[in-house]
C-alpha cells in the first residue's frame, strides 16, 4: 500500500511533462555546463526556470548537484541512464566534503561549485562546457591555449552556472566579444594537460612531459586528489605575492616550473622561495625548512606518491644547500675507504639501484674504480659530508609490526615529536631500524619475557591500552611516558611491547588525568589550520585578546575553546569574502569602509583582515554563514 504522501510525490512527478528540446549528454560534459544548455536551448533564462519545473526546491536547485532522478524526468528518462552516460551526481559516500567530477571524488575546495569557469574556443569549437572547466585550477585551455574565463567584462561579476546561455552572461552579455587571453608558457600547458588526462581517465602525453623535463614516471603514480594538493601547497606559499584574482593562476604557473627540469627547478624554487627565511638556529634540513616540510611532507595523505619529492628534498640539502646535519650521530664510513657497489649499499641500507641514483644525483661523491670488467670499487671522497649508520629502512607499517602496536599510534608517535631518529635513512619518512630497535628498548624497560605474566581483570596489557576509546595523540602520550619510564609496567605477557602490563587503575586514572589537562583547550595547530592563518598572525590575535591562551604543564601553549569557537563563529577573513566574490581583498575592504562595516586589522609580516558574519549579507552574499566556511 503506497501512503498519501507518496503518492502525491508520484502523481507530481507523472504530471511533469519532458522539455521541448532534450539534448543528450556529450562525453566528458559537466552536468552544470548540460542543465545550461538544455536551458538556453529551451528557451529559459536560466536554468533555475527547469530545475523548479522539475520539482526542485531553491536548495536543491542551486546544488552543485542537483538530483538527478528529479532532472531525469524532464528528458523523459532515469537516473541510472543519466549515470550510464557519464552525468556526475551525488556520491552518499562522498557528500559534502566531495564533489563528484568525471568519477573521481574530488575535494569541494579544489573546485568551482560556485561560479562558473569555461573556454569559449571550446564551446564554439565542441558546443558544450566539459567537466574539466569544474576544477578550481582548470585556469587555462592546454589545447586552445587560452586562459579561461571566469568573469564578465560588462558586469565584472564571477560567471554563475545560472545564466542565461553558455556564451552569455547573467546580465545578458555576450562573453564571445571578447578576445581570450593566450597562454604561451609550455610547461604550463603541460602540467594543464596532465591534469586534464587524469581527470579524463586518458594517458599522460610523455612527449610533452618529456620536453619539459617533468618527473614523468612519479607523476604517473600521483593520483589527481594529490596532484591537485600538491598545486594548492604551492598556491599557499604565493599568496603574499600574487594578486588575490590570480591566486590559482599562479600556483599552476609556480608548480609547472618546480616539475620542469626536475629536480634542478624544484631545487631553484627552495633557494630562491624558502632559502631566505631557513631557520639556521635548527641543525637539520626539516628544522630550518620546517614550513615547506610540514605543508608537504605531513599534510598530505598518499605517503609513497610524494617519495619522489622527499627524495629530491635530501638531495637539495646534500648538494645544494649543505647548511643541515641531517644525520650528526651515526657510525661514519671513513672518507678515503673503498669497498664494492653491494657493500656500500647494504651499509647504507638501501637498494643498489637507489645508491646508483644517490651517487648520480651527487647526494653521495664517490670515484669509481674499475678493477675488471665485472667487479667495481668505489671510494669515498675526502670532502664527504653524510655520516651513516648500518641496518635497514623500515616503513610505518613495518614498525606497527616489529612492536606490535597500532600505524595511527606509531604516526602520531612521531609527529608530535616523541620520536627520536638518530640515524639517516632516506627516503627521510621512513624509520631507520636501529632507532627502532632503541624505542623498542626503551619501552620494555629492562623487562625479560620468561614466564608469561599472569593477567587479571586488575591489569590491562599495552595492547588493550591501544585500543582504549582515546585519542591517537593521548595513546602517543602514554607510550612516551611509558618510554621514559614515567609510567612503569609490573611485568610482560610477551616480548613485545603489546605484552607489557600495567596496574588497570593507573591507567584510567592517567587518561582522565590528560583527559581533564585538555579539557575545553584546542591545540595552536588546530587554530592555525582551523583559521587559515599562520603562526604570527595567531600570536597577533592573541595579543589583541582576540583569542584567550592558556599554558598547560606538560603540553605547552593551547587556546581556550570557548575564545576559540566565538571568534570562528562571529568573523569571517576578508581574504575569504574576496575569493566567494571573486574580487580583490582591496575591493572588499574599499567596500567596507563605503557600508562603515567594522574591520578588525592584524599587522604582522602580512596585514589579515576580518570582520563580523552578521554584516556578510550586505557584501552581496547571501548564504548561510556555515555554508561560507565550507566553501
Given at each position: 500500500?503506497?501512503?498519501?504522501?507518496e503518492?502525491?510525490?508520484?502523481?507530481?512527478?507523472?504530471?511533469i511533462?519532458?522539455l521541448?528540446i532534450?539534448?543528450?549528454?556529450?562525453?566528458?560534459?559537466?552536468?552544470?555546463?548540460f542543465?545550461?544548455r538544455?536551458?538556453?536551448?529551451?528557451g529559459y533564462?536560466?536554468?533555475l526556470g527547469?530545475?523548479h519545473?522539475?520539482?526542485?526546491?531553491?536548495?536543491?536547485?542551486r546544488?552543485?548537484?542537483?538530483?538527478?532522478?528529479?532532472?531525469?524526468?524532464?528528458?523523459?528518462?532515469?537516473a541510472?541512464?543519466?549515470k550510464a552516460?557519464?552525468l556526475d551526481?551525488?556520491?552518499?559516500?562522498?557528500?559534502?566534503?566531495?564533489?563528484?567530477?568525471?568519477?573521481?571524488?574530488?575535494?569541494?575546495m579544489?573546485?568551482r561549485?560556485k561560479?562558473?569557469?569555461?573556454?569559449?574556443?571550446c564551446?564554439?569549437?565542441?558546443?558544450?562546457v566539459?567537466?574539466?572547466h569544474?576544477?578550481?585550477?582548470?585556469?587555462?585551455?592546454?589545447k586552445h591555449?587560452v586562459?579561461?574565463?571566469?568573469i564578465?567584462?560588462?558586469?565584472?561579476r564571477?560567471?554563475s552556472?545560472?545564466r542565461?546561455?553558455?556564451?552569455?552572461c547573467?546580465?545578458?552579455a555576450?562573453l564571445?566579444q571578447?578576445t581570450s587571453?593566450s597562454?604561451?608558457?609550455?610547461?604550463?600547458?603541460?602540467?594543464l594537460?596532465v591534469l586534464?588526462?587524469?581527470l579524463?581517465h586518458?594517458?599522460?602525453n610523455?612527449v610533452?612531459?618529456d620536453?619539459?623535463g617533468?618527473?614523468?614516471e612519479?607523476m604517473?603514480?600521483?593520483?589527481?586528489?594529490?596532484?591537485?594538493?600538491?598545486?594548492?601547497?604551492f598556491?599557499l606559499f604565493n599568496?603574499e605575492?600574487a594578486?588575490?584574482?590570480?591566486?590559482?593562476f599562479?600556483?599552476?604557473?609556480t608548480?609547472?616550473?618546480v616539475?620542469?627540469?626536475?629536480?634542478?627547478?624544484?631545487h631553484?624554487?627552495?633557494?630562491?622561495v624558502?632559502a631566505?627565511t631557513?631557520?639556521?638556529?635548527?641543525?637539520?634540513?626539516?628544522?630550518q625548512?620546517?614550513s615547506?616540510?610540514?605543508?608537504?611532507?605531513k599534510?598530505?595523505d598518499?605517503?609513497q606518491?610524494?617519495e619522489?619529492?622527499?627524495?629530491?628534498?635530501i638531495?637539495?640539502?646534500?648538494?645544494?644547500?649543505?647548511?643541515a646535519?641531517?644525520?650528526p650521530k651515526?657510525?661514519?664510513?671513513?672518507s678515503?675507504?673503498s669497498m664494492?657497489?653491494?657493500k656500500?649499499?647494504?651499509?647504507?641500507?638501501?637498494?643498489?639501484?637507489?645508491l646508483?641514483?644517490?651517487?648520480?644525483?651527487?647526494?653521495?661523491?664517490v670515484?669509481?674504480?674499475?678493477?675488471?670488467?665485472?667487479?667495481?670499487l668505489?671510494?669515498l671522497?675526502?670532502?664527504?659530508?653524510?655520516?651513516f649508520?648500518?641496518?635497514?629502512?623500515?616503513?610505518?607499517?613495518?614498525?606497527?609490526?616489529?612492536?606490535?602496536?597500532?600505524?595511527k599510534v606509531?604516526r602520531?608517535?612521531r609527529?608530535?615529536?616523541?620520536?627520536?631518529?638518530?640515524?639517516?635513512?632516506?627516503?627521510?619518512h621512513?624509520?631507520?631500524?636501529?632507532d627502532?630497535?632503541?624505542?623498542?628498548?626503551?619501552?620494555?624497560?629492562?623487562?625479560?619475557?620468561?614466564?608469561p605474566f599472569?593477567?587479571s581483570?586488575?591489569?590491562?596489557?599495552?595492547d588493550?591500552?591501544?585500543?582504549?576509546?582515546?585519542t591517537?595523540?593521548?595513546k602517543?602520550?602514554?607510550?612516551?611516558?611509558?618510554?621514559?619510564?614515567?609510567?612503569?609496567?609490573?611485568?610482560?605477557a610477551?616480548a613485545?611491547?603489546?605484552g607489557?602490563v600495567?596496574?588497570?587503575?593507573?591507567?584510567?586514572?592517567?587518561?582522565?588525568?590528560i583527559?581533564?589537562?585538555l579539557?575545553?583547550?584546542?591545540?595552536?595547530?588546530?587554530?592555525?589550520?582551523?583559521?587559515?592563518?599562520?603562526r604570527?598572525?595567531?600570536?597577533?590575535?592573541?595579543k589583541?585578546?582576540?583569542?584567550?591562551?592558556?599554558?598547560?604543564?606538560?603540553?605547552g601553549l593551547?587556546?581556550?575553546?570557548?575564545?576559540?569557537?566565538?571568534?570562528n563563529?562571529?568573523?569571517?577573513?576578508?581574504?575569504?569574502?574576496a575569493?566567494?566574490k571573486?574580487?580583490t581583498?582591496k575591493?572588499?575592504?574599499?567596500?567596507?569602509?563605503?557600508?562603515?562595516?567594522?574591520?578588525?586589522?592584524?599587522?604582522?609580516?602580512?596585514?589579515?583582515?576580518?570582520?563580523?558574519?552578521d554584516?556578510?549579507?550586505l557584501?552581496?552574499?547571501n548564504d548561510?554563514?556555515?555554508?561560507?566556511?565550507?566553501?
Open positions: 500500500m503506497i501512503h498519501s504522501s503518492s502525491h510525490g508520484l502523481n507530481y512527478e507523472s504530471a511533462q519532458p521541448v532534450t539534448p543528450s549528454p556529450k562525453e566528458g560534459e559537466a552536468l552544470p555546463g542543465i545550461l538544455t536551458s538556453e536551448a529551451n533564462k536560466s536554468p527547469i530545475l519545473y522539475a520539482g526542485m526546491d531553491d536548495n536543491e536547485a546544488s552543485a548537484r542537483p538530483p538527478l532522478d528529479k532532472l531525469a524526468v524532464l528528458f523523459g528518462k532515469s541510472e541512464e543519466f552516460s557519464g551526481g551525488q556520491d552518499a559516500k562522498h557528500s559534502g566534503r566531495y564533489l563528484q567530477v568525471m568519477g573521481h571524488a574530488i575535494p569541494s579544489f573546485t561549485s561560479h562558473a569557469s569555461l573556454c569559449l574556443e564551446v564554439s569549437e565542441f558546443g558544450y566539459g567537466g574539466f569544474e576544477l578550481k585550477y582548470a585556469v587555462a585551455c592546454h591555449q586562459r579561461a574565463v571566469t564578465c567584462s560588462e558586469c565584472h564571477p560567471l552556472w545560472h542565461m546561455g553558455l556564451t552569455k547573467s546580465c545578458g555576450d564571445t571578447n587571453e597562454v604561451t608558457d609550455p610547461s604550463l600547458l603541460a602540467l594537460g586534464y588526462d587524469k579524463m586518458q594517458p599522460l610523455h610533452q612531459m620536453a619539459c617533468f618527473p614523468k612519479a604517473e603514480q600521483l593520483s589527481i586528489q594529490t596532484l591537485l594538493s600538491i598545486i594548492y601547497r598556491g599568496r605575492h594578486p588575490e584574482e590570480d591566486v590559482e599562479a600556483a599552476m604557473k608548480t609547472a616550473d616539475f620542469s627540469d626536475w629536480p634542478h627547478r624544484f631553484d624554487y627552495l633557494t630562491e624558502h631566505p631557513a631557520n639556521l638556529k635548527a641543525s637539520g634540513l626539516r628544522g625548512f620546517n615547506f616540510y610540514e605543508s608537504f611532507f599534510n598530505i598518499q605517503d606518491q610524494l619522489f619529492m622527499r627524495d629530491a628534498f638531495v637539495f640539502g646534500q648538494h645544494r644547500w649543505r647548511q646535519s641531517i644525520h651515526f657510525s661514519s664510513v671513513n678515503g675507504q664494492s657497489m653491494k656500500l649499499a647494504t651499509t647504507l641500507g638501501v637498494q643498489p639501484s637507489t646508483r641514483k644517490m651517487i648520480e644525483d651527487k647526494v653521495i661523491n670515484e669509481i674504480n674499475a678493477l675488471n670488467a665485472t667487479r667495481k668505489v671510494t671522497a675526502e670532502q664527504q659530508t653524510i655520516e649508520a648500518s641496518g635497514s629502512r623500515l616503513s610505518l607499517k613495518q614498525v606497527a609490526q616489529r612492536l606490535d602496536l597500532p600505524v606509531i602520531a608517535y609527529s608530535h615529536g616523541y620520536y627520536e631518529a638518530k640515524h639517516f635513512v632516506a627516503p627521510i621512513m624509520f631507520h631500524e636501529r627502532v630497535e632503541r624505542l623498542h628498548s626503551d619501552l620494555m624497560q629492562g623487562m625479560q619475557f620468561k614466564v599472569l593477567v581483570k586488575r591489569h590491562l596489557t599495552l588493550q591500552v591501544m585500543r582504549l576509546k582515546v591517537s595523540e593521548m602517543a602520550m602514554w607510550l612516551n611516558a611509558v618510554s621514559k619510564r614515567q609510567i612503569l609496567a609490573i611485568g610482560t610477551s613485545l611491547p603489546s607489557l600495567f596496574d588497570a587503575r593507573k591507567v584510567k586514572s592517567y587518561f582522565d588525568n583527559k581533564l589537562a579539557q575545553n583547550t584546542v591545540s595552536l595547530s588546530e587554530v592555525e589550520f582551523e583559521l587559515a592563518i599562520k604570527p598572525t595567531l600570536f597577533a590575535l592573541i589583541h585578546g582576540l583569542l584567550t591562551k592558556t599554558y598547560l604543564k606538560g603540553f593551547r587556546i581556550t575553546e570557548h575564545s576559540f569557537n566565538h571568534f563563529n562571529s568573523m569571517i577573513q576578508c581574504r575569504q569574502i575569493s566567494l571573486n574580487s581583498q575591493a572588499v575592504l574599499k567596500l567596507c569602509k563605503q557600508m562603515r562595516i567594522p574591520i578588525i586589522k592584524i599587522a604582522c609580516n602580512t596585514d589579515v583582515y576580518w570582520i563580523p558574519n554584516y556578510v549579507n557584501l552581496g552574499i548561510e554563514t556555515q555554508d561560507i566556511k565550507a566553501a
